[in-house]
């Protein structure tokens, strides 16, 4: 069964930075690297996104609200996931998880909060 750990949230002022990481467990490279893999986002109140996708080339697309502020990328040999944010706002408040694309409920993981204040 695969696990994704999702780290490196935090609090942050409006306009900071944060690089967020994905860990696949228990999976072998293969079965990752097949994934196309996603962030999604959860914010107070709100049904959970997805932000951004990268496939398995890495080929990546960004909802329009973070475009041009996040980017995401993968590295396959590692099994790892990464979002890095930069010029954050506080509409960017949230729990972060990684999944692949569509979602597997059996694969969501604890996610990494994200607090962004002014």
Partial sequence: ???FAESGGGVVQAGGSLRLSCAARRAITSTFNAY??????????RQRELVASIERLGNANHVD????????????ARKSLYLQMDNLKPEDTGVYYCNPVPPSGDYWGQGTQVTVWV
């Fill in 1 to 3: 069964q695969v696990q």
């Fill in 36 to 45: 196309t893999m996603g962030w999604y986002r959860q914010a107070p109140g």
């Fill in 65 to 76: 609200s973070v475009k041009g502020r996040f980017t995401i990328s993968r590295n396959n």
